[in-house]
């Protein structure tokens, strides 16, 4: 690295900072429904098929999101489109905190799935696109790392307003209200805050380079090139990506030529395969999950809290060893660690082994395993590996059927610990981390320390060769 690259590397992270908290929020709004579901299901009376859509809902929110966020993502600038995922955000969480009746509640929610969809596939999307090589996996990462932050202070914020709860007297009819005799309401409130913080920051970033080029701003895409690396740089990753784009159609119909049929599967199926080995049960239902096993409220609380801290120390070393181990080796080990504990964690619960602390430890092992695998490469990965004139609405697809497989995970599960139980439910997301083993074994190539446009390269060789053959 130059020393003006490495003047420039506080003012990158600063940027990809600011976009991850689109990360944050999306970590926080998906965990603290853990919170919150039992003391909604008991003051609305709700059965576990209610109970699932309350929980979904907000998974519909996002695949709607995903849908249209590519496209004003091509249209109207990375940076335009989380403007609105922060809007989304705060008008939801306001929603739920006041939300008169169960109509209102599930609306909000479904709000908040918006701005879910549009984060999770702008954020990651954003910061691939302003990142030098030698850091991408790194940045990207942040943004990871900033939804396991998120789910942290989501499952913080939710034990200490529970605990508040029970001692607090404020004089206010409202804060009693939402604090103290519906605590669920305060625990979604708390969500306002980080939604404002955000929408006041973005403001103080500027737009991808890689979208200015596709809009035609080839000298507006140098200078914010310039101001992440040098000049020289900046000048060479222009050319690069004019070059590149002469080879693209600017038609999602490209996706399914031959190569780029072999990204796209690939990015869906990693998508897909994150969701169906089941950490979002872990997020979303974890207290129940802890009651199930004999554990007490509060007790079941402290659990999600310390699988939250894991949640971020795992990322923290993701953060740290992506650029340098690659993408590949992260993905393969950690997809193996997952389903070992997601079959002694199945185990436990077949033996009827209640209140076990071996129990906590597994699912830890199984968060950790997942956090420096999945949660960090599947976000990475997608980010990468798509062309630039259609990067938006590629990505938009495979965080579609990300969203698909959760939506599917949390509807089912009330329904699968019901019927199958608990042992039941973690086979089979151990069964689910097959496939993901021998699509990282067999077919996903290694993109580390690449170029977006070297990354798309790969595949167009690919797609010629095929053509050829």
Known sequence: MTPREARNLPYLFFVC??????????????AVISGTVGFVKAQFSLDALQEGWFVAVALLGCIIGVGFSGILADKFGRKATLFLSAILFAASAIGCTVAPEQITLILSRLVGGLGIGVASMLAPLYISEISIPQYRGR???????????????AYYSNSLLLSWSQNLSPGSEFLHW????????????????????????LFFIPQSPRWLMAQG???????????????????????????????????????????????????????????????????YYGPRIFAEAGFNLGESFDSQVIIGIMNVVATILAIWKIDAYGRKPLLLSGVIGMMIALVCIGGFFLAGSHGSTLLVVFILLYVTFFAFSFGSVTWTL???????????????????????????????????????????????????????????WKLLPETKGKTLEEIERFWLKKAHAKENA
Not at 141 to 150: H, K, M, P
Request: glycine letters at 10%; aromatic letters at 12%; a neutral charge.
């Open 17 to 30: 900072l600011v976009s991850a908290l689109g990360g944050f929020l999306f970590g926080f709004d998906t």
């Open 139 to 153: 940045m990207v990462t942040l943004y990871q790392f900033a939804i396991t932050v998120g789910i942290l202070a």
């Open 178 to 201: 939402i604090l103290v005799s519906e605590v669920w309401r305060g625990m979604f409130g708390v969500g306002v805050i980080p939604a404002v913080l955000f929408f006041i920051l």
């Open 217 to 283: 701003y080839p000298d507006k895409a140098r200078a914010i090139l310039a101001r992440v690396t040098n000049e020289n740089q900046a000048a060479r990753e222009v050319e690069e990506i004019q070059s590149t784009m002469k080879e693209e159609t600017g038609s999602v119909r490209q996706l399914f030529e031959p190569g780029l049929r072999r990204a796209l599967f690939l990015g869906i199926s990693v998508a897909v395969l994150s969701q169906l080995t089941g950490i979002n049960v872990i997020i």
């Open 382 to 440: 997608l980010s990468e590996i798509y062309p630039t004139h259609i990067r938006g609405r590629a990505m938009s697809i495979a965080t579609l059927s990300l969203w698909c497989g959760t939506f599917v995970v949390g509807q089912a599960f009330p329904w699968l610990l019901e019927t199958f139980g608990g042992s039941g439910a973690f086979f089979l997301f151990a069964v689910m981390c097959v496939p993901a083993i021998l699509i990282a």
